[in-house]
């Protein structure tokens, strides 16, 4: 039989806590939102509370506390798949760690500003940012730079005063190129993307120094700029390899997408992949383990991406004067069909995936 007050209004944290057999801090988490396990400890924290008619106020809480456990993410309204898994990594660690993240979207910088200032007036403990391409949401953000962690995750930044974690490029384009060396592949071309960035001009003259230093060659005709269609690619690829005088044995193309349309054109031209040429490319979308042959690839590490910008958030908090960070890692090498054919035997020449940190 029930005691009297298990029916009243005015229970307290600590009498849920001593019916469900947990701290009260375990109470505060589940029942605000903050724990996001449903797990037995979970159900029998619910259910303590709805026995004892026990409500937490959530907004008195945060006041007391001064920390309101949510971590705001400002992102673009069209992600990649490269952004949605570290969307996805950011939002499984901030649960692990009983944090809720709040999600916010802008298909330009005013969007995405105005995405910061409203999640800057609900005070989250934490904000990061994922900028629209070539946004440089650096004015936005310095101007709440003293007031909590920020870390911006890729993209351009002009800033001193902001945390930044992203891909090494150019790491990325000499482990691309170091791979297709070690397939023996000579004269590389390189499908672009417009040079209209600081990220794709270094990108540019990355591929270009490490073809020389890598004994390979790249006749300037064999590099084109253009859009990240596969339609752009189906056609640089058609115009370089009905050309008159030497073809490149090795394709790099900067986007999965345009990749995809690479391959189309080898395919109907009867250039055999990777038996004539080899094709390499940016990404890992989903679509580059259904290309016909499959797509040589990188993959972003989005776990390390996450998880770096989780602990800057968590020194920010401890050590409001932490200078800020620019961690830069590179990608994952994810070989598949388009390059696992050496034509003249394997070589021990590639080098094994460091991370770089700056």
């Given at each position: 039989?029930?005691?009297?007050?298990?029916?009243?209004?005015?229970?307290?944290?600590?009498?849920?806590?001593?019916?469900?057999?947990?701290?009260?801090?375990?109470?505060?988490?589940?029942?605000?939102?903050?724990?996001?396990?449903?797990?037995?400890?979970?159900?029998?924290?619910?259910?303590?509370?709805?026995?004892?008619?026990?409500?937490?106020?959530?907004?008195?809480?945060?006041?007391?506390?001064?920390?309101?456990?949510?971590?705001?993410?400002?992102?673009?309204?069209?992600?990649?798949?490269?952004?949605?898994?570290?969307?996805?990594?950011?939002?499984?660690?901030?649960?692990?760690?009983?944090?809720?993240?709040?999600?916010?979207?802008?298909?330009?910088a005013e969007e995405q500003t105005n995405r910061i200032d409203t999640f800057i007036k609900r005070h989250v403990d934490g904000l990061v940012v994922l900028p629209q391409t070539d946004s440089d949401l650096s004015p936005a953000l310095e101007a709440h730079a003293g007031t909590l962690p920020i870390v911006q995750i890729g993209g351009s930044t002009s800033s001193f005063h902001i945390n930044?974690?992203?891909?090494?490029?150019?790491?990325?384009?000499?482990?691309?190129?170091?791979h297709l060396a070690g397939r023996n592949a000579h004269g590389v071309a390189f499908l672009s993307t417009p040079i209209d960035s600081p990220e794709a001009a270094d990108l540019f003259t990355t591929f270009q120094t490490q073809t020389h230093n890598l004994g390979m060659v790249s006749d300037p005709e064999w590099t084109t700029f253009g859009p990240v269609t596969t339609e752009r690619?189906?056609?640089?690829?058609?115009?370089?390899?009905?050309?008159?005088?030497?073809?490149?044995?090795?394709?790099?193309?900067?986007?999965?997408?345009?990749?995809?349309?690479?391959?189309?054109?080898?395919?109907?031209?009867?250039?055999?992949?990777?038996?004539?040429?080899?094709?390499?490319?940016?990404?890992?979308?989903?679509?580059s383990a259904l290309t016909t042959p499959s797509l040589s690839t990188t993959r972003v590490p989005a776990r390390q991406i996450a998880a770096e910008a989780m602990r800057l958030m968590s020194l920010g908090r401890s050590s409001p004067h932490w200078l800020p960070a620019h961690t830069a890692f590179p990608a994952q090498l994810v070989t598949r069909e388009s390059t696992d054919s050496p034509r003249y035997g394997e070589s021990d020449y590639e080098q094994p995936t460091q991370t770089m940190s700056i």
């Amino acid at each position: 039989m029930r005691r009297q007050q298990e029916g009243r209004s005015g229970s307290s944290i600590l009498e849920v806590a001593i019916r469900a057999d947990v701290s009260t801090a375990t109470v505060s988490r589940v029942l605000s939102g903050k724990r996001t396990k449903d797990d037995a400890i979970a159900r029998r924290v619910r259910r303590a509370a709805e026995e004892l008619n026990y409500h937490v106020n959530v907004a008195a809480s945060a006041l007391r506390s001064g920390a309101t456990n949510t971590i705001a993410l400002v992102a673009p309204r069209a992600v990649t798949p490269a952004e949605l898994s570290i969307i996805s990594e950011l939002e499984s660690l901030a649960s692990d760690a009983d944090q809720l993240l709040l999600l916010g979207f802008g298909a330009n910088a005013e969007e995405q500003t105005n995405r910061i200032d409203t999640f800057i007036k609900r005070h989250v403990d934490g904000l990061v940012v994922l900028p629209q391409t070539d946004s440089d949401l650096s004015p936005a953000l310095e101007a709440h730079a003293g007031t909590l962690p920020i870390v911006q995750i890729g993209g351009s930044t002009s800033s001193f005063h902001i945390n930044w974690v992203g891909i090494d490029e150019n790491a990325t384009m000499k482990l691309a190129l170091s791979h297709l060396a070690g397939r023996n592949a000579h004269g590389v071309a390189f499908l672009s993307t417009p040079i209209d960035s600081p990220e794709a001009a270094d990108l540019f003259t990355t591929f270009q120094t490490q073809t020389h230093n890598l004994g390979m060659v790249s006749d300037p005709e064999w590099t084109t700029f253009g859009p990240v269609t596969t339609e752009r690619g189906f056609d640089d690829t058609t115009r370089l390899f009905t050309a008159h005088g030497e073809h490149p044995d090795a394709i790099v193309c900067d986007d999965d997408t345009v990749a995809a349309g690479t391959l189309l054109a080898l395919r109907e031209l009867g250039v055999a992949v990777p038996d004539d040429v080899l094709v390499m490319s940016f990404g890992d979308s989903p679509e580059s383990a259904l290309t016909t042959p499959s797509l040589s690839t990188t993959r972003v590490p989005a776990r390390q991406i996450a998880a770096e910008a989780m602990r800057l958030m968590s020194l920010g908090r401890s050590s409001p004067h932490w200078l800020p960070a620019h961690t830069a890692f590179p990608a994952q090498l994810v070989t598949r069909e388009s390059t696992d054919s050496p034509r003249y035997g394997e070589s021990d020449y590639e080098q094994p995936t460091q991370t770089m940190s700056i």
